[in-house]
Antibody, heavy 121, light 112 residues
Framework: QITLKESGPTLVKATQTLTLTCTFS??????????VGWIRQPPGKALESLAF???????RYSPSLKNRLTIRKDTSKNQVVLTMTDMDPVDTATYFC?????????????WGQGSLVTVSS | EIVMTQSPDSLAMSLGERATINCKSS???????????LAWYQQKAGQPPKLLLY???TRESGVPDRFSGSGSGTDFTLTINSLQAEDVAVYYC?????????FGQGTRVEIK
């Protein structure tokens, strides 16, 4: 059974750095083609892909946010960590982690429940 | 980055009617000899998205057959035949042709 769970602060202040952790089970990030990624959704708005990391340490970032994002993995802990610098109130959103396959060329079958992050000014 | 555009933004249909959602991509999602790298998701309030269809028309396991997908290249359609109360949700198309994947802006489906 594949599960993913997001953890991190619920509230951050503007200009601070956000660090989110995705802890997963039921699959390995050392398996060929497998990845974990982050997607966010501001309240009442659409889904936005942020960053993905794959089994071979390949990383894919949103072009519009890549200067602020860093993604890394810890395969021994089954965790993927996302950091986003210089947070702004517009970054208030629910942040989801997902499992990816086929090096990103596959839809998302498994999602975490999401973690709401509020950015205060 | 591939831009996905859905239409309409929202629609209200009566129970039992057919709902149709369109999705257009800024470049072709078809790879010759393979398939269309296009998925559809359903998101209900307070929940993560749920995968409905992939490869443009393949239903995920457990998805009712009133949900169907069609299209190829840059133009795709999600059809919900005989709309049910539990189908009230926001629906998103997504391309996975070019990582990171991108989503449409969503279409809200309501019961009239």
């Amino acid at each position: 059974q594949i599960t993913l769970k997001e953890s991190g602060p619920t509230l951050v202040k503007a200009t601070q750095t956000l660090t989110l952790t995705c802890t997963f089970s039921g699959f390995s990030l050392t398996s060929s083609g497998v990845g974990v990624g982050w997607i966010r959704q501001p309240p009442g708005k659409a889904l936005e892909s942020l960053a993905f990391i794959f089994w071979d340490d390949t990383k894919r970032y949103s072009p519009s946010l890549k200067n602020r994002l860093t993604i890394r993995k810890d395969t021994s802990k089954n965790q993927v960590v996302l950091t986003m610098t210089d947070m702004d109130p517009v970054d208030t959103a629910t942040y989801f982690c997902t499992q990816s396959r086929e090096s990103g060329h596959y839809p998302f079958q498994y999602w975490g429940q999401g973690s709401l992050v509020t950015v205060s000014s | 980055e591939i831009v996905m555009t859905q239409s309409p933004d929202s629609l209200a249909m009566s129970l039992g009617e057919r709902a149709t959602i369109n999705c257009k991509s800024s470049q072709s999602l078809y790879i010759s000899g393979h398939n269309n790298y296009l998925a559809w998701y359903q998101q209900k309030a307070g929940q993560p998205p749920k995968l409905l269809l992939y490869w443009a028309s393949t239903r995920e396991s457990g998805v009712p057959d009133r949900f169907s997908g069609s299209g190829s290249g840059t133009d795709f359609t999600l059809t919900i035949n005989s709309l049910q109360a539990e189908d009230v949700a926001v629906y998103y198309c997504q391309q996975y042709y070019n990582p990171p994947p991108t989503f449409g802006q969503g279409t809200r489906v309501e019961i009239k």
